[in-house]
């Protein structure tokens, strides 16, 4: 369906959930194979949480401030850093041209 809704007949559909990440590969709008991974969000977030946690302790001796690492500080911080954009910097998935 996202395909459709891209208005491509060809495309790369990589789904990325908390669980388990799904690419999709899709030729002239049939779906030829699913790969899944057991690697998702959950485990980027738990990945990226531990990197922070590491600079956090090598830079907290010398800067005396204390890095807060919850969950939505480590949430906020992956959708900032860790997001794809399109050329030109703008987000891909909000275009609305309704000039047709």
């Not at 969950?71 to 850093?81: G, K, N, P, Y």
């Amino acid at each position: 369906m996202c395909v459709v809704s891209a208005g491509v007949r060809s495309a790369l559909v990589v789904d990325y959930g908390w669980e388990e990440t799904v690419v999709t590969p899709v030729y002239e709008y049939r779906e030829l194979a699913a790969v899944r991974s057991t690697r998702g969000m959950k485990m980027l977030t738990l990945k990226m949480g531990e990197m922070l946690k590491g600079l956090a302790t090598r830079q907290a001796p010398t800067s005396g401030q204390v890095l807060r690492l919850d969950f939505d500080f480590v949430e906020d911080f992956i959708s900032r850093v860790a997001s794809c954009e399109a050329e030109g910097g703008e987000p891909q998935a909000d275009s609305t041209d309704d000039s047709s």
